[in-house]
C-alpha cells in the first residue's frame, strides 16, 4: 500500500546530541516536504526537494538539513540539538503534477532536554 | 506574500452541522484544500475545490468558495464526536506547487 513514513515517532535527546530523522515514502511522488509544527498548531515550512540532489530552504529558517539522495528517501538532520528545536516534525509528499495536494507522515514528536 | 486567517476554536453539540472559515488576500490559487489533524497524528486530506467552483459537496462535508469575498468554508453535517480534531485550509500556489497553511481551527464536539 501507498504510504509516507516517519521514524521515529517521538523522541527525548539531551541537549548538543546529533539527530537525524527519517522520512520514506512509497507513493512514487517527486516533491517532498518537511514542516514544523508549533504549540500554537501552525505549520511551517522549513525544508523541500523536487527530486534528487534537490533541496531547497523553505519559508521558515531551520538549523535543520535535509539531503535527498533516493526519490523516496528524505532526512532531516539536526547537528547538534538543542531546546529551542522541540517541536512536532512533519514530512509530506506530493506529485509533480495534478492538484498538489500532499499527503502526510504521522509525525515526530522531538523533545530536546 | 499570502496570507491565510482562520478562527482558533469552535465548539457544537453532536448531531448539530459545524461551519469552519477561512479567508484568503491572493486570489491566485488554483486549488484550495482542507486537511483534518487528529490528536498525535499527521494531516489528513479530506477535500478539495478547484478555484473555479463555487461549492463542492462530498458526503457530509460541503465546501464553499466566494472568490470575490476570498472566503472558504468547510461545513460538516451531523457533526459526530469523532470529527473533533484541528481542521487547516491550504491554498495551493500554482507557481510554486507549494501550500499555504491556515492556523487551523479546533473544532470540539460536546456529547
Known amino acids: 500500500e501507498a504510504d509516507i513514513y516517519q521514524t521515529p515517532r517521538y523522541l527525548v535527546i539531551g541537549t548538543g546530541k546529533k539527530i537525524t530523522l527519517e522520512c520514506s515514502q512509497t507513493m512514487g511522488h517527486d516533491k517532498m516536504y518537511w514542516y514544523q509544527q508549533d504549540p500554537g498548531m501552525e505549520l511551517h515550512l522549513i525544508h523541500y526537494?523536487?527530486?534528487?540532489?534537490?533541496?531547497e530552504k523553505g519559508d521558515l529558517s531551520s538549523e535543520s538539513t535535509v539531503s535527498r539522495i533516493r526519490t523516496e528517501h528524505f532526512p532531516l538532520t539536526l547537528e547538534s540539538a538543542r531546546p529551542s528545536h522541540t517541536s512536532q516534525y512533519l514530512c509530506?509528499?506530493?506529485?509533480?503534477?495534478?492538484?498538489?495536494?500532499?499527503?502526510f507522515g504521522p509525525g515526530t514528536r522531538l523533545t530536546v532536554t | 506574500g499570502e496570507d491565510v486567517e482562520q478562527s482558533l476554536f469552535l465548539s457544537v453539540r453532536e448531531g448539530d452541522s459545524s461551519v469552519i472559515n477561512c479567508t484568503y488576500t491572493?486570489?491566485?490559487?488554483?486549488?484550495l484544500y482542507w486537511y483534518k489533524q487528529e490528536p498525535g497524528a499527521g494531516l489528513q486530506l479530506l477535500t478539495y475545490?478547484?478555484?473555479?467552483?463555487d461549492m463542492k459537496q462530498d458526503q457530509r462535508l460541503t465546501v464553499l468558495l466566494n472568490k470575490k469575498d476570498k472566503h472558504l468554508s468547510l461545513r460538516i453535517a451531523d457533526t459526530q464526536t469523532g470529527d473533533s480534531a484541528i481542521y487547516f485550509c491550504?491554498?495551493?500556489?500554482?507557481?510554486?506547487?507549494?501550500?499555504?497553511f491556515g492556523q487551523g481551527t479546533t473544532l470540539q464536539v460536546k456529547p
Open positions: 526537494s523536487y527530486g534528487v540532489n534537490s533541496t
Open positions: 491572493d486570489s491566485s490559487s488554483t486549488y
Open positions: 475545490i478547484f478555484s473555479n467552483m
Open positions: 509530506a509528499s506530493s506529485a509533480m503534477t495534478g492538484f498538489y495536494e500532499q499527503y
Open positions: 491550504a491554498l495551493g500556489s500554482s507557481n510554486t506547487g507549494k501550500l499555504i
